[in-house]
């Protein structure tokens, strides 16, 4: 079956430090990956999609940005941490158009 | 117009009531539709597809009205178990299977 990890769990991050988040899927290939954030008490916002390695998609202007360096990793960075970039950031996967996501758990980032 | 519109609830029911949660969309080319359950502090979890001919999984129903761009959830026998915030997703067009997301409705179950 698949599995999807997301590390870490938690983060506290100063101001103008930089960032990395990792996911990876387990159990299946060339799948959709995508990057979200959720700030408290708002809806999901999609950051990044990716269909396929080095393919690599933004839906909104940020300061954050995506790689997909393999098949089935996906990683969020960011070079310079704003205070605005807390929140719940959660990484998906799906199978193929239409289908629905699997969210991994997620990581708490906090920056001071 | 937002892309997908829930009423954000809470919805407070005692155990064993029947819920009705309605969620609208506004891009008619939507094809995927599904719901979504999130805990607090958790990520969200697949709860249900929903199918034109509409759906039942347990006690949950879920159903689709194309014509008028809604979609519905209904939990009968209603658990402790079953709070939570129940999020609406619809597909969006661009390829890549791209979801929006409603912001939710939080259901409390009490005793």
């Known amino acids: 079956s698949q599995t999807i990890h997301q590390w870490p769990a938690t983060l506290v991050q100063p101001v103008g430090s930089p960032l990395s988040l990792e996911c990876t899927v387990e159990g299946t290939s060339n799948p959709n990956l995508y990057w979200y954030r959720q700030a408290a008490g708002r809806g999901l916002q999609l950051l990044f999609y990716s269909v396929g390695i080095g393919q690599i998609s933004s839906e909104v202007p940020q300061n954050l940005s995506a790689s997909r360096p393999q098949d089935r990793q996906f990683i969020l960075s960011s070079k310079k941490l704003l205070l605005s970039d807390s929140g719940f950031y959660l990484c998906a996967w799906s199978a193929q158009d239409n289908q629905p996501q699997h969210f991994g758990d997620g990581t708490r980032l906090s920056i001071l | 117009r937002k892309e997908v519109e829930q009423d954000p609830g809470p919805f407070n029911v005692p155990e064993g009531a029947t819920v009705a949660f309605n969620c609208t969309y506004s891009?008619?080319?939507?094809?995927?539709f599904f719901w979504y359950r999130q805990d607090c502090r958790k990520e969200p979890k697949l709860l249900m597809s929903?199918?034109?001919s509409g759906n039942e999984d347990g006690r949950f129903t879920a159903q689709l009205n194309r014509a008028s761009q809604y979609i519905s959830l209904l939990i009968r026998d209603s658990k402790l178990s079953d709070s939570a915030t129940y999020l609406c997703?619809?597909?969006?067009?661009?390829?890549?299977?791209?979801?929006?997301f409603g912001t939710g409705t939080q259901l409390k179950v009490e005793l």
């Open positions: 891009n008619s080319a939507s094809q995927s």
């Open positions: 929903v199918y034109s």
């Open positions: 997703v619809v597909t969006r067009a661009g390829g890549g299977n791209k979801l929006t």
